[in-house]
């Protein structure tokens, strides 16, 4: 599966960014050695179930250090029998998109 998500703290820094705290998580999500990528609004994640909400869950108690409350959003594209999608999809678009 791919799934993408966005989770933040409730509270902000001093200047009303929470990219230290995201940073956490982020960095969450590369130690655990599933493939990843990360954008300006969500990270992206490609493995099983379990391997998937175990990191999602890390990130959000991560979070939860920084306040009271955590925001989530996630979107999962479930595709059994597949891998290598995190790159394969882009591939296929760019491929497309070069057919003009």
Not at 68 to 91: H, M, N
Request: net charge negative; proline share 4%; charged share 25%.
């Amino acid at each position: 599966m791919l799934l993408a998500f966005s989770v933040a703290p409730s509270l902000s820094d001093e200047d009303g960014s929470v990219h230290r705290a995201v940073a956490e998580a982020v960095r969450i999500v590369r130690d655990s050695g599933l493939p990843n990528r990360t954008d300006a609004m969500f990270t992206t994640i490609e493995g099983e179930w379990d391997e998937c909400l175990t990191v999602v869950k890390a990130c959000c108690d991560a979070m939860a250090q920084h306040g009271p409350r955590v925001s989530l959003v996630l979107k999962a594209d479930i595709r059994p029998g597949y891998t290598g999608q995190l790159t394969a999809k882009v591939e296929r678009i760019e491929s497309a998109l070069g057919d003009g």
